[in-house]
């Protein structure tokens, strides 16, 4: 059985099942090329029972496939609501703040149709992690190596942190839930947060470093006892203005009797995304 979810076959499929009531059929996906655009879904207007979804065919394939994967999304769980739904860039895949739930839980309807956690799981308890890894999922399920990585954080139980720097900031950070319970967290040093000292992240002469460079874990984490390492690994996308930092930490026992990590964190980014986990 192929790792890769078949979307021509579910969409065709779709209209028989119950999550189809009332729907004769879902159009083949067709093409509109705007900058702005990323998806759409809407309902025939001369045909009710026919839906149609558009998708930006300037876009990665992996994208097309996350944005298709999302309109269905909205079939099935929103449209009863809408006759149509326009999925711009911001909303779909950078618009973190404001995000409307409906938009949210289409993304989370992709990031479980297209990389399905238990498939998942067996993937990356069963070998060492490092990107290549991570890439070679990525593949076999069809998606971002970007949106894969995101999956791993939430998958994972290993203590990790995911860092997505956009032209020498954060833009995003995930912790794994192992990551917050043991309160690892990333020095802070400014705020938008820059590169720290000493770390590959902050070597403009390193692009990239699949295999992880072992190191002190304070050097990233403060808090982390001395003894502690963790492996950097870096990836820059084609322009460098863009930078994904993976952290794998040694393992420690959860600190039980600190829960401030409950407490919220307006620079900690991770419980916003908890729910969403995308970002191609
Ligand atoms: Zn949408």
Known sequence: MPDAVDLDILRQMLPTTPYGKGVREIRQPVEFNDKAFEGMLARDPNDHDVWGIAYNGKARPERQRFTIAHELGHFILHRSQQQKFNCDKQSIHTGIDGLRAIERAADDFASNLLMPGDLLRN??????????????????????????????????????????????????????????KTRARIRRNADPQEPLPGTLAADAGVDQEWDGTEMSAAIWCPEEAPHMKLREFKHSYGARDRVLTLLLIESAEPRAWDRSWQDGDSFDSYDQ????????
């Open 123 to 180: 993937w990356i308890s069963s070998q060492r992690i490092d990107l290549h890894v991570l890439s070679a999922i990525a593949k076999r399920f069809q998606v971002s190596f970007e949106a894969l990585c995101i999956r791993f954080i939430k998958f994972t139980t290993q203590r990790a942190i995911l860092v997505y720097w956009d032209n020498g900031f954060v833009k995003y950070e995930w912790r794994s839930s192992s990551a917050i």
């Open 273 to 280: 995304f908890v729910s969403n986990g995308q970002l191609p």
